[in-house]
């Protein structure tokens, strides 16, 4: 069983917890359309998103409103 994530750990990396589950969201539909029937497979995308978030892999940019600063 994977380790669990706590938000506290999660908000030190993005600045809001909307914009995290939208960010993940994105990486877990990349994940899976990338993976064809991987059946068997031990570790769900949702995990991989959030480990690959929290090692600094993910990177997003702020909408243009926001000024189009990366983070």
Same mark, same amino acid.
Do not use: C, W
């Given at each position: 069983?994977?380790?669990?994530?706590?938000?506290?750990?999660?908000?030190?990396?993005?600045?809001?917890l909307?914009?995290?589950?939208?960010?993940?969201? =994105?990486?877990?539909?990349?994940?899976?359309?990338?993976? =064809?029937?991987?059946?068997?497979? =031990?570790?769900?995308?949702?995990?991989?998103?959030?480990?690959?978030?929290?090692?600094?892999?993910i990177?997003?940019? =702020?909408?243009?409103?926001?000024?189009?600063?990366?983070?």
């Amino acid at each position: 069983m994977p380790a669990p994530f706590y938000v506290d750990e999660l908000l030190t990396k993005i600045d809001s917890l909307y914009r995290l589950v939208n960010v993940a969201t =994105k990486r877990v539909n990349q994940i899976m359309k990338s993976e =064809k029937h991987a059946f068997g497979k =031990k570790k769900k995308p949702t995990i991989t998103a959030i480990e690959e978030l929290l090692e600094g892999k993910i990177t997003y940019r =702020k909408n243009e409103e926001e000024d189009l600063t990366e983070i």
